[in-house]
Each structure stands twice: as structure tokens, then as C-alpha cells.
């Protein structure tokens, strides 16, 4: 059963446009190559939010830019299940077909160790 916890999206609610995450309370968040799934209420789809290390983190869109196939997280790589193509962990391509990056979401780690994810905004 524990494999199938990262398919799970956490729901969070946003409040102006921006999910606020205490990175404490999501001890998969705290280490390196660490992820987590969230649904905020106000989107389509859930978000991929990755530790990068050092408290630097990413949240991506989990739609390829293909043929918008839902990417899984693979260790290092972000993969396709339908064509094939491979994201880092930043969201840019690394094997195609897919031309483009993933979308990826402005973030900001304040120094209380809240990771505020604002969703009107692309980096």
C-alpha cells in the first residue's frame, strides 16, 4: 500500500491565488529528490511539488507538453507513460518528443520554512 501513496494528491486550498506549505509537515519534502502530490481546489489537475535540496524546490505542472499526458516522477527524471519523453526535475526537456518544458510555478521559501506556491505565475 505504501507504493501507492505518491498516486495520491493532497488537497490544499489557495487562498489569493497562492497554496501555502509549511515544508515541516511533509517530511517527504525535507530530503533531496523528495515529492508530493497536491490538488488545489482552484485547478484542473493536481501539482508536483519537488525538493531540489539546499530548501530549493520546484512545482511543476504534471502535464506533458506533447500530447498532455499525465508525467510520473522517476527518481531524477520526470517520464511520459505514452511517448516517452523525459523532464528533469526543473521541468525542462531532456529526451523528446516534447519540445517544451513543463510548466513551472513561481515559488518563494520564507524564512519561517513556508513554501507559498503562487499559481497565476510561470517561471
Known amino acids: ?6 498516486l495520491v494528491s493532497m488537497p490544499v486550498e489557495a487562498r489569493n491565488g ?7 509537515h511533509h517530511p517527504q519534502l525535507e530530503a533531496q529528490g523528495g515529492y508530493l502530490r497536491i490538488k488545489p481546489a482552484e485547478l484542473s489537475h493536481h501539482l508536483l511539488v519537488l525538493s531540489l535540496g539546499a530548501g530549493e524546490f520546484a512545482v511543476l505542472s504534471p502535464i506533458c507538453t506533447h500530447q498532455q499526458c499525465v508525467v510520473e516522477v522517476a527518481g531524477a527524471r520526470i517520464v511520459c507513460p505514452c511517448h516517452g519523453s523525459e523532464y528533469d526535475r526543473r521541468g ?3 529526451t ?6 513543463l510548466r513551472r510555478y513561481a515559488t518563494e521559501l520564507t ?4 513554501l507559498v506556491i503562487d499559481l ?4
Open 1 to 6: 500500500m505504501s507504493g501507492c501513496a505518491s
Open 96 to 101: 523528446g518528443p516534447a519540445q517544451r518544458a
Open 18 to 24: 497562492r497554496v501555502r506549505l509549511v515544508v515541516r
Open 120 to 123: 497565476s505565475s510561470s517561471v
Open 92 to 94: 525542462s526537456v531532456l
Open 111 to 114: 524564512p519561517a520554512g513556508e
